[in-house]
T-cell receptor
Framework: DAKTTQPPSMDCAEGRAANLPCNHS???????VYWYRQIHSQGPQYIIH???NNETNEMASLIITEDRKSSTLILPHATLRDTAVYYC?????????FGKGTSLLVTP | GAVVSQHPSRVICKSGTSVKIECRSL??????MFWYRQFPKQSLMLMAT?????????EQGVEKDKFLINHASLTLSTLTVTSAHPEDSSFYIC??????????????FGNGTRLTVT
């Protein structure tokens, strides 16, 4: 799987949108962009994924640039419970290879 | 949605003993399950791929004789840490995807097992 680059940490005020960037300049045509998050001492939780179109679900929105070299996960109204490590992962079937992710801290 | 259940959530054992961790897919059949390990303040590392009815495949550096994997049914994979030592203390997590949703469907994870070897 191609590598991704994420900022190690970000802060966000409660109620504001959290925009988490991810660079994946070497993504190949058949690789999906997946986002997971891990709250302390729990298993990773699936958030959203996409191939080239923007996606939205009840948890978040995923914006993928036209050249697919970067993407942004948007949590529209962050809550304290969104504090977690967020992982951006490129997948073409098989297992997931986790990078270091972004540690998001949502503050009151 | 797809649910993966892991048991136990926490286990403490003495050095030299063996510990078995179970991973179950609750509402789908999984021919393949994945086992990860996570040390404190580090990311998840893939240990092995569990294949129903055949041998598991291990990632480089993971000892297959120490981490025994059995995938005896389409809903159950077990990881046994044999002759555990303090350095095996870690957070072990399993995952699986529902094959009925396609090979690019999301992997779902169990809630992990915190192993402490004293």
């Amino acid at each position: 799987d191609a590598k991704t680059t994420q900022p190690p940490s970000m802060d966000c005020a409660e109620g504001r949108a959290a925009n988490l960037p991810c660079n994946h300049s070497t993504i190949s045509g058949n690789e999906y962009v997946y986002w997971y998050r891990q709250i302390h001492s729990q298993g990773p939780q699936y958030i959203i994924h996409g191939l080239k179109n923007n996606e939205t679900n009840e948890m978040a929105s995923l914006i993928i640039t036209e050249d697919r070299k970067s993407s942004t996960l948007i949590l529209p109204h962050a809550t304290l419970r969104d504090t977690a490590v967020y992982y951006c992962i490129l997948v073409s079937g098989y297992a997931l290879n986790f990078g270091k992710g972004t540690s998001l801290l949502v503050t009151p | 949605g797809a649910v993966v259940s892991q048991h136990p959530s926490r286990v403490i054992c003495k050095s030299g003993t063996s510990v078995k961790i179970e991973c179950r897919s609750l509402d789908f059949q999984a021919t393949t399950m994945f086992w990860y390990r996570q040390f404190p303040k580090q990311s998840l590392m893939l240990m092995a791929t569990s294949n129903e009815g055949s041998k598991a495949t291990y990632e480089q550096g993971v000892e297959k004789d120490k981490f025994l994997i059995n995938h005896a049914s389409l809903t159950l994979s077990t990881l046994t840490v044999t002759s555990a030592h303090p350095e095996d203390s870690s957070f072990y997590i399993c995952s699986a995807r529902d094959p009925g949703l396609g090979h690019n469907s999301p992997l779902h994870f169990g809630n992990g097992t915190r192993l402490t070897v004293t």
